[in-house]
């Protein structure tokens, strides 16, 4: 669909938005363990979260009830909804998982790719850029 016939509709991402039972369990994973950066920006919600920045793009991570069940999702991340994310250095973040113990699997299809879960069972599939 065209807006106004100058182009696409919808022009990109502006952000993704994860649930999360702990900000501060998640901020270890995703400040500590991936190294974003906090965006300060986040207003006054009345719930606890965060939002991270990702290059231009932001993580939102909302501290709320989760309404999907965290039991019987696939073992591998990517046959499950998941954000996919652009690293930098593959091996790098695969020796990082597997310091702190968190498992994850290879792309099947022979692409430099891995995938995991967060510590809320997020599914996330990490890129060579």
């Known amino acids: ?38 965006d300060p920006r986040r207003p006054e919600l009345g719930y606890p979260g965060v939002w991270l920045a990702i290059g231009d793009r932001q993580l939102h991570l909302s501290e709320l009830p989760n309404p999907d069940a965290a039991a019987g999702r696939p073992e591998h991340a990517g046959h499950d909804r998941h954000l996919a994310l652009q690293v930098t250095d593959i091996d790098f973040l695969q020796q990082r998982l597997e310091r702190a113990g968190i498992p994850f699997t290879r792309s099947r299809s022979g692409r430099a790719a891995l995938f995991c879960r967060d510590p809320d069972g997020n599914g996330l599939e990490f890129i060579s850029a």
């Open 1 to 38: 669909m065209k807006a106004s016939g100058s182009g696409p509709l919808v022009a990109g991402i502006h952000h993704v938005s994860l649930l999360v039972a702990d900000t501060g369990r998640a901020l270890e994973f995703y400040r500590g363990l991936l190294g974003l950066e906090q």
